[in-house]
């Protein structure tokens, strides 16, 4: 079954120092992935796709993410956090056959320390 | 470009009413999915339209419904709420490339 696992529910970290958000899909294809970002009340900002080619893709705010095929992982990247980084975090598989879906991660809040 | 609108921000109903949410999507595109945001939950999607007709449908119950317009307005409408309703309600539309959506700011639902 199609599915995506973030196994850290709640993420601290201060001010400056980096951040790595991991996230695990089970896919029988290659599939596309997504990492969003939602404040408090908002709806999904998209931070950076993958799709194909290079493995370390780039986004807005800072923020990149690599794809490992052979660990089934996309895991979030930033060197420096800042306090406006504070947020929940969602990583998303998007089909590749048939009907275009999405699956969604249960998200990673991120909590930032001045 | 106006990002994905979606009215009201806000809604407090009782059970047993029903609620009608609206998503305008971003000029041009055509799919309009809506998703159901609880702590408990996740993300979850309800379903999809593409160029007024339904193109994917999650497991939701027959109480959720939706509809576009010939303009890619969508409308979902929930009959019969429950406590369980509660939830923030999220938009997205998407164009040209499927696996690009742009998501609204969400309907918070507030059932008591």
């Known amino acids: 079954a199609q599915s995506v696992t973030q196994p850290d529910i709640h993420i601290t970290v201060s001010e400056g120092a980096s951040l790595e958000l991991r996230c695990n899909y089970s896919?029988?294809?290659?599939?596309?992935l997504f990492w969003y970002v939602q404040s408090p009340g908002q709806g999904l900002q998209l931070l950076l796709k993958?799709?194909?080619?290079?493995?370390l893709v780039q986004g807005i705010k800072g923020f990149e993410a690599e794809f490992k095929r052979s660990q089934s992982s996309f895991n979030l990247r930033k060197p420096s956090v800042h306090w406006s980084d504070a947020a929940e975090y969602f990583c998303?598989?998007?089909?590749?056959?048939?009907?275009?879906?999405?699956?969604f991660g249960t998200g990673t809040r991120l909590k930032v320390l001045a | 470009k106006a990002g994905v609108t979606q009215t009201p921000r806000y809604l407090i109903k009782t059970r047993g009413q029903q609620v009608t949410l609206s998503c305008s999507p971003i000029?041009?595109?055509?799919?309009v999915s809506w998703y159901q945001q609880t702590p408990g939950q996740g993300l979850q999607f309800l379903f999809e339209?593409?160029?007024?007709?339904?193109?994917n449908k999650g497991n939701f119950p027959g109480r959720f419904s939706g509809r576009q317009f010939s303009n890619s307005r969508s409308e979902m409408n929930v009959s019969t709420l429950e406590l369980g309703d509660s939830a923030l309600y999220l938009c997205?539309?998407?164009?040209?490339?499927?696996?690009?959506?742009?998501f609204g700011p969400g309907t918070r639902l507030t059932v008591t």
């Open positions: 997205a539309s998407r164009g040209q490339n499927p696996y690009e959506q742009y």
């Open positions: 000029s041009g595109h055509r799919s």
């Open positions: 998303a598989v998007g089909t590749t056959s048939g009907t275009y879906k999405y699956i």
């Open positions: 993958y799709f194909s080619g290079d493995t």
């Open positions: 339209y593409f160029s007024e007709t339904q193109r």
């Open positions: 896919y029988g294809a290659t599939p596309y």
